[in-house]
């Protein structure tokens, strides 16, 4: 699965941004297709994931009511939309898809298909 990131980019505290991340498939009939972020120095943390299937959305506790995800299965993408945005917000985001199963799907580990990441700087 080739996955394409798009969308970064550089903006100032309070502000918005839009990714994008488009799949060249969907490999299982039920995906998490996730976003996850890495800032310097930093561990990789789930940011937010939506299920191909059924739609559900999963962002992360503290982006809750500045961060949304949404999909468009027929483009095979997904998108983060990130309003509000702080300083703290700066890190490199990436994109991942992997089997829907029991485990968290903010499990960085779990997923084995990336994009090759997308920088956003809030300053």
């Known amino acids: 699965v080739q996955l394409v990131e798009s969308g970064g980019g550089s903006v100032q505290a309070g502000g918005s941004l839009r990714l994008s991340c488009t799949a060249s498939?969907?490999?299982?009939?039920?995906?998490?297709f996730a976003w996850f972020r890495q800032a310097p120095g930093k561990e990789r943390e789930g940011v937010a994931a939506i299920s191909t299937r059924g739609g559900d959305t999963y962002v992360s506790f503290d982006l809750k009511g500045r961060f949304a995800i949404s999909a468009d299965n027929a483009e095979n993408t997904m998108y983060l939309q990130m309003n509000s945005l702080k300083p703290e917000d700066t890190a490199v985001y990436y994109c991942?898809?992997?089997?829907?199963?029991?485990?968290?799907?903010?499990?960085?580990?779990?997923?084995?298909?990336w994009g090759q990441g997308t920088q956003v700087t809030v300053s």
């Open positions: 498939e969907y490999p299982y009939s039920d995906n998490y």
């Open positions: 991942a898809i992997r089997r829907v199963d029991d485990r968290y799907w903010g499990e960085a580990a779990a997923y084995r298909s």
